[in-house]
């Protein structure tokens, strides 16, 4: 599976942005698609998720009630829209798909998107 992630650009504090990531295929129902984001200088931090299958969804700490994931399954894509950006929330940002059930550790995924760059000005 091959993923695409797109929509990433300079947004100032409060601003709204929306990330997309689409797969190359179908995926299985059991898969789970993680957004995950590294700022330089540090490690990859997971911010969302969500099952393929039952659409349950997930959040890090930090982006709870601002970011949203979403998931079509007939376009085999899923989304999150970010609002309220803050300054903190520069990095570049991935999506990545794991082949079985909710993970948070990066290491945990089969495969990963190239990345988009998200940067809030302040």
């Known amino acids: 599976v091959q993923l695409q992630a797109s929509g990433g650009g300079l947004v100032q504090a409060g601003g709204s942005l929306r990330l997309s990531c689409a797969a190359s295929?179908?995926?299985?129902?059991?898969?789970?698609m993680g957004w995950f984001r590294q700022a330089p200088g540090k490690e990859r931090e997971f911010v969302s998720g969500i099952r393929w299958g039952t659409g349950t969804t997930y959040y890090g700490d930090s982006v709870k009630g601002r970011f949203t994931i979403s998931r079509d399954n007939a376009k085999n894509m899923v989304y999150l829209q970010m609002n309220s950006l803050k300054p903190e929330d520069t990095a570049v940002y991935y999506c990545a798909l794991r082949r079985s059930g909710y993970a948070t550790d990066p290491n945990d995924y089969d495969y990963w998107g190239q990345g988009t760059q998200v940067t809030v000005s302040s």
């Open positions: 295929r179908r995926t299985f129902s059991s898969a789970f």
